[in-house]
T-cell receptor, first 112, second 114 residues
Framework: SQQGEEDPQALSIQEGENATMNCSYKTSINNLQWYRQNSGRGLVHLILIRSNEREKHSGRLRVTLDTSKKSSSLLITASRAADTASYFCATKGNTGGFKTIFGAGTRLFVKA | NAGVTQTPKFQVLKTGQSMTLQCAQDMNHEYMSWYRQDPGMGLRLIHYSVGAGITDQGEVPNGYNVSRSTTEDFPLRLLSAAPSQTSVYFC?????????????FGQGTRLTVV
């Protein structure tokens, strides 16, 4: 079973609005990463947040991490049509081992 | 800098055929991995390698073999293709082991088994 689960599965918004996606995971983690995938392409890394961090920013992206709730959120502010993509969270557990596990993703559609 | 290169981009196999999906990276990354992506399932880890000569199983290893004879290459072998292996396959690499740094992905191989 997958470690991370994104919510919602799909999200449709107007250009200029903010988009929020959530990720929940099951076991203790070392870090959590967010990736974007445009249709038919490979994944592109967006941001990594470590287990001892609570919030991180990168341009229009804001990621939060709540280890007590085993959850993270990705906020995209002032969305653009070019933000239309699938977004995945990925986690690496802190119990040793080297597996990075991905969730099922959130499909974001930004209408121009 | 080519990054992560996967070949072929598309492949159609008949049930029972074997083939190798190629993956090469030119970033001297230690860690490489293979994922498959099915609709609504996200990416599932098949096999991974933490360095030349070292491989290990991921979430869904059955039906697949890997080897890592060099740092650059990490081929994925399908021994006897089955329709259940129809999927999009992604190879990824990262500088350090298991996710301390960002992963770089190839463009994917779309495999259909008929």
């Amino acid at each position: 079973s997958q470690q991370g689960e994104e919510d919602p599965q799909a999200l449709s918004i107007q250009e200029g609005e903010n988009a929020t996606m959530n990720c929940s995971y099951k076991t203790s983690i070392n870090n959590l990463q967010w990736y974007r995938q445009n249709s038919g392409r490979g994944l592109v890394h967006l941001i990594l947040i470590r287990s001892n961090e609570r919030e991180k920013h990168s341009g229009r992206l804001r990621v939060t991490l709540d280890t007590s709730k085993k959850s993270s959120s990705l906020l995209i502010t002032a969305s653009r049509a070019a933000d239309t993509a699938s977004y995945f969270c990925a986690t690496k557990g802190n119990t040793g081992g080297f597996k990075t596990i991905f969730g099922a993703g959130t499909r974001l559609f930004v209408k121009a | 800098n080519a990054g992560v290169t996967q070949t072929p981009k598309f492949q159609v196999l008949k049930t029972g055929q074997s083939m190798t999906l190629q993956c090469a990276q030119d970033m001297n990354h230690e860690y490489m991995s293979w994922y498959r992506q099915d609709p609504g399932m996200g990416l599932r880890l098949i096999h991974y390698s933490v360095g030349a000569g070292i491989t290990d199983q991921g979430e869904v290893p059955n039906g697949y073999n890997v080897s890592r004879s060099t740092t650059e290459d990490f081929p994925l072998r399908l021994l006897s293709a089955a329709p259940s292996q129809t999927s999009v396959y992604f190879c990824a690499s990262s500088y350090s082991r298991g996710g301390e740094t960002e992963a770089f992905f190839g463009q994917g191989t779309r495999l259909t088994v008929v």
